[in-house]
C-alpha cells in the first residue's frame, strides 16, 4: 500500500505545480495574498477560483 507521498499527483495538482512553476516571485505572492495562506496548494485553488474572472474583459457599455 502507497502513502501519501508515495502517490502519483493527479492532473489537477499537476496543472497547479506547473502553474506555481511558471509564475515568478511577485506573482506568487499575489495568489499566495489572495488566498490569505502561505500553501501553494491555497493559491492554486484561489487561482481557480479568481483566474478565470481577472482575464474577463471589463467593458462598459
Do not use: C, F, I
Request: no cysteine.
Amino acid at each position: 500500500m502507497k502513502n501519501e507521498h508515495d502517490r502519483e499527483p493527479t492532473p489537477d495538482e499537476t496543472a497547479g505545480m506547473v502553474w506555481w512553476n511558471s509564475l515568478d516571485e511577485s506573482d506568487r505572492a499575489v495568489w499566495l495574498a489572495r488566498a490569505d495562506s502561505s500553501v501553494p496548494a491555497d493559491a492554486w485553488a484561489a487561482y481557480k477560483r479568481l483566474g478565470n474572472v481577472e482575464r474577463q474583459s471589463r467593458t462598459v457599455n
